[in-house]
Structures are given as C-alpha cells and as structure tokens.
Nanobody, 116 residues
Framework: QVQLVESGGGLVQAGGSLRLSCAAS????????MGWYRRAPGNQRELVAH???????NYADSVKGRFTISRDNAKNTMYLQMNNLKPEDTAVYYC??????????WGQGTQVTVSS
C-alpha cells in the first residue's frame, strides 16, 4: 500500500554532513506522524526527529541544533539534514510514518557511519 525508501547514508568524518531522504509511494492518506529513528549496534531504537500532523518539529536532545527534519509535499519526500556529525551518530537510520489508524510504515534503513 505505502512504501518508504531511504537513501543518502554513507561514510563521513566527524564534523561532516549528510542529507537523508525518504521517498513515499502508494496510497498515502491521513498521516498523523512522520519521523526518523536510528539504531546503533547493541542499542535500542531511538527516535531522532519527528513531526506530528499540524505541529512543529521535535528533536532528541542529542541532535538538537545539528539535525533538521523537513518534507517536500510535491515530491512526497521527507528529509533529515544532519550537520556536525559525531561518531555517536553512527547507526542505521529509518524513516517512519504512522496513519491516523495507528498503522506504522517503515523504510528499509540506510547506514550512516561517522569516523573520528
């Protein structure tokens, strides 16, 4: 029905930047939540940034001032601009959208690796 595909991950040095994209396809209706999660090896999945429908962006304390979540409605794409990357940002990043019925849609994940 709805598919999300992430892209833009890669290997960067500390202090560098990456821009992740999440392209949506299929029948998209009444999305109440959009966000980016990440999971590092051995760690629990954590919410990095999100937007509730009609609201303003929210960020985890660890990325405030460095990451920016946005979307382009015309392109059905959500973005995560990541600046001043740190080694602790290394993780697989997943985009997520939740319908007004509570059903979650997930992307396949894209690897971000930040070297010292």
């Amino acid at each position: 029905q709805v598919q999300l595909v992430e892209s833009g991950g890669g290997l960067v040095q500390a202090g560098g930047s990456l821009r992740l994209s999440c392209a949506a396809s299929g029948s998209i209706f009444s999305i109440s939540f959009m966000g980016w999660y990440r999971r590092a090896p051995g760690n629990q999945r954590e919410l990095v940034a999100h937007i509730v429908s009609g609201g303003t962006p929210n960020y985890a304390d660890s990325v405030k001032g460095r990451f920016t979540i946005s979307r382009d409605n015309a392109k059905n794409t959500m973005y995560l601009q990541m600046n001043n990357l740190k080694p602790e940002d290394t993780a697989v990043y997943y985009c997520n959208a939740v319908s007004n019925k509570g059903y979650p849609y997930w992307g396949q994940g894209t690897q971000v690796t930040v070297s010292s």
